[in-house]
């Protein structure tokens, strides 16, 4: 079945720093991916999607590119700030939601 | 604009205890969702409902009873708690609903409710 897989958190780095976060997937046919951001003691809300290979998602900075041939939808950010500190879902929509298990970003001053 | 409204925050029940989850949206979705976060275990679904009228489980329905009881209203119910059941619970919705694929399945989420269980 359908599936992702996010590196293991925390990811702990300096602001300003550049950030990647990776997610791979495994789905058939042609999902739509996301990535989703919860802020301490809040709900999820998205921050980008894309629907189609090639498709870049872009939102506060953050930028994520639908890889087909990598099966992959890495988060990046050039500079990073202490607000970007939350926990991060990369999912896929295709017959059903998938979630990624979360990454958690710390961002020191 | 309130989006999603989950009811309550906080809760402590003993072992055997009843108690409902209450949650509500007010963006017209068709679709609603409760899901149970758990440290290192991401997001699993407990049930879903892709319309007004209509319920499915999900991954991890045992426990828990559903109540789509209008468009806007779909409750959680644990009717025994048991402390396995210790968790943040998040109430969702969408436009539409799984099995799309299509970019317009994004949920808008509750802010939450912790239960304890002892």
Request: hydrophobic residues 35%; glycine residues 10%; aromatic residues 12%.
């Amino acid at each position: 079945g359908d599936s992702v897989t996010q590196m293991e958190g925390p990811v702990t780095l300096s602001e300003e720093a550049f950030l990647t976060i990776n997610c791979t997937y495994t789905a058939t046919g042609y999902p739509s991916l996301f990535w989703y951001v919860q802020y301490p003691g809040e709900g999820l809300q998205l921050l980008l999607k894309a629907t189609k290979a090639d498709d870049k998602g872009s939102n506060k900075g953050f930028e994520a590119t639908y890889r087909k041939e990598t099966t992959s939808f890495h988060l990046e950010k050039g500079s990073v700030q202490v607000s970007d500190s939350a926990v991060y879902f990369c999912a896929l929509s295709n017959y059903q939601l998938i979630w990624g298990a979360g990454t958690k970003l710390i961002i020191k001053p | 604009n309130a989006g999603v409204t989950q009811t309550p925050k906080f809760q402590v029940l003993k072992t055997g205890q009843s108690m409902t989850l209450q949650c509500a949206q007010d963006m017209n979705h068709n679709s609603m969702y409760w899901y149970r976060q758990d440290p290192g275990m991401g997001l699993r679904l407990i049930y879903y409902s892709a319309s007004e009228g209509t319920t499915d489980k999900g991954e991890v329905p045992n426990g828990y009873n559903v109540s789509r009881l209008n468009k806007r209203e779909f409750s959680l119910r644990l009717e025994s708690a048991a402390p396995s059941q210790t968790s943040v619970y998040f109430c969702a919705s969408s436009e539409v609903g799984q099995g799309w694929g299509s970019g317009a399945n994004v949920l808008t989420f509750g802010a939450g409710s912790r239960l304890t269980v002892l």
